[in-house]
């Protein structure tokens, strides 16, 4: 069995990484890496033990570096993802890689990547050379997509761990699309969520033009995935082709991170917010809510999170779950405050660093 936790955590300025041991009480700090870099993601690739960092660089474009030896060193690649020349002379170019998804025991060397303006990218050699998804960037929906606040991003990638050509992507503000055949084709998925993020509109339930926050598979249980969008929470239990919503009992239907227990499908975490123009948790005070029946009732966990005051917001990767048997639960803010629980949500500590704001958390089990 696993006897140490590491936390992978990207920042605005670079990468760190929060270790301990089974306990998970006492917290090391190593960092930063890929200094002075904006870190939107960090995640460990489970087929061969590598650390993957999705940077959006101003000034060197936006790749993504891979370690093999845990963040002591890195592959600096020589470039990242890029738009082929007809949609570069277009004006498509790269702004940021919002996420990093390693691919199934099944793909070796496969990594894709999601990015703004909202596309995806795929590599079949540890991300030494990237392909566009074209797709995904075809669909006929393509020219109706908006951007959200942050941008037009394709921000979630889930992966089908029991169908090697089955995979989805969640976009704002576009939706969440599907694909049956490794991303030849794709089909919105969006049955059930609602859109009524502009001002005076009313509850619509389109078949895209959703404002997707983050998509959360329950890898303990298959077909069953949930999503936090802009309007609400809401799960699916038949790979995406419906959602119920399961917002009631929250503070808000407003959100970025959401994550499930890797031995409990039922069990799930978010961090609600109040909208996207006051960004920061209800009442100014840090609450995460659970529930352990897929969304039915929520319960409200604060001992030793921060109470009225605390300006503070989750981001989208910014809340993570471990695979001990007795989960432990991880928030990162955008202020750069790291909390910790080892209970799974019922008490909380400090990771002792004040970190540059938290993109992404990812917590390894080794």
């Known amino acids: 069995m696993a006897d140490r936790v590491a936390l992978l955590i990207g920042t605005r300025k ?34 061969d033990g590598a650390l993957l960092a999705a940077v959006g660089d101003p000034w060197f474009g936006s790749r993504v570096y891979r370690s093999t030896d845990f963040g002591e060193t890195w592959v600096d690649p020589q470039s990242g993802p890029t738009f082929p020349a007809d949609l570069a002379q277009a004006g ?15 793909e070796p060397g496969v990594l894709y990547a999601g990015i703004e303006p909202a596309a995806l990218f795929k590599s079949t050699d540890l991300g030494a050379s990237w392909d566009l998804v074209r797709a ?3 669909h ?47 089909q919105p998925a969006n049955q059930g969520t609602r859109v ?7 509850p619509t339930y389109a078949d895209y033009g959703q404002c997707v926050h983050k998509l959360a598979n329950a890898p303990a249980r298959p077909g069953r995935i949930y999503q936090q969008s802009h309007c609400g929470i809401y799960r699916s239990d038949d790979n995406a082709a ?95 405050q790291l909390f910790a629980s080892n209970d799974e949500g019922d008490h909380w500590q400090a990771v002792p660093a004040f970190f540059p704001p938290i993109s992404s958390v990812t917590a390894v089990t080794r």
């Open 14 to 47: 670079g990468a760190f990484i929060a270790e301990s041991d089974a306990a998970r009480r006492d917290w090391t700090v190593r960092g930063p890496m890929l200094q002075g870099q904006n870190v939107m993601h960090m995640t460990h690739d489970p087929r």
């Open 92 to 106: 498509r170019t790269v702004e940021k890689i919002w996420h990093v998804q390693p691919g199934r025991p099944e």
């Open 136 to 138: 995904l960037e075809e």
């Open 140 to 186: 006929p929906t393509r020219a109706e997509w908006m951007p959200a606040q942050g941008g037009l991003c394709l921000h979630s990638i889930v992966l089908d761990p029991h169908d090697v050509q089955h995979l989805y992507v969640g976009i704002s503000a576009a939706g969440t699309f599907e694909s049956r055949d490794g991303g030849a084709h794709w």
């Open 196 to 202: 009524n993020f502009l001002p005076d509109q009313p």
């Open 242 to 336: 419906s959602w119920t919503e399961i917002t009631e009992g929250l503070p808000s239907d407003f959100g970025f991170g959401i994550v499930a227990s890797p031995n409990d499908p039922d069990t799930i975490w978010v961090c609600p917010s109040i909208s996207g123009y006051e960004h920061w948790m209800p009442g100014a005070r840090v609450v995460v809510y659970r529930s352990r029946d897929a969304g039915a009732h929520w319960e409200a966990l604060d001992s030793g999170l921060p109470g009225e005051g605390a300006y503070l917001n989750v981001l989208r990767e910014g809340i993570a779950v471990d695979a001990m048997p007795t989960a432990g639960v991880y928030i990162g803010t955008n202020t750069g």
